[in-house]
């Protein structure tokens, strides 16, 4: 069984600091692209960033870059969203996705929902300010 765990939301304050993970199983891990969505009432899905599991590769949303940084730890199977300086329009569900190819990091499709195969049933953050 596919599974992607969100956890590590909650609500914090403008300038504060949160630890998204998204714990993966029940698919191989490695030399996929799993991305972080969010989405905000009345707002369409939108991608944060996106690693190549197993491998290094990263991208980021320019809404985030320079504040949130993706990692992953390979011995868990876990990938993790550090989100620094938060901003109240940070506040949002957060999801993990994968899509079954690392090549889906290295091009514009990455920012596309339709591209995933897995889905995380999210975890909210919000920011107040």
């Known amino acids: 069984q596919v599974q992607l765990r969100e956890s590590g939301g909650g609500s914090g304050q403008a300038g504060g600091s949160l630890r998204l993970s998204c714990a993966a199983s029940g698919y191989a891990y490695s030399r996929n692209c799993l991305a972080w969505f969010r989405q905000a009432p009345g707002k369409e899905r939108e991608g944060v960033a996106t690693i190549v599991t197993g491998g290094g590769t990263t991208s980021y949303a320019d809404s985030v870059k320079g504040r949130f940084t993706i990692s992953q730890d390979n011995a868990k199977n876990t990938v993790y969203l550090q989100m620094n300086s938060l901003q109240p329009e940070d506040t949002a569900m957060y999801y993990c996705?994968?899509?079954?190819?690392?090549?889906?990091?290295?091009?514009?499709?990455?920012?596309?929902?339709?591209?995933?195969?897995?889905w995380g049933q999210g975890t909210q953050v919000t920011v107040s300010s």
């Open positions: 996705a994968v899509a079954l190819s690392p090549s889906t990091c290295e091009n514009s499709w990455r920012w596309a929902t339709w591209r995933y195969n897995y």
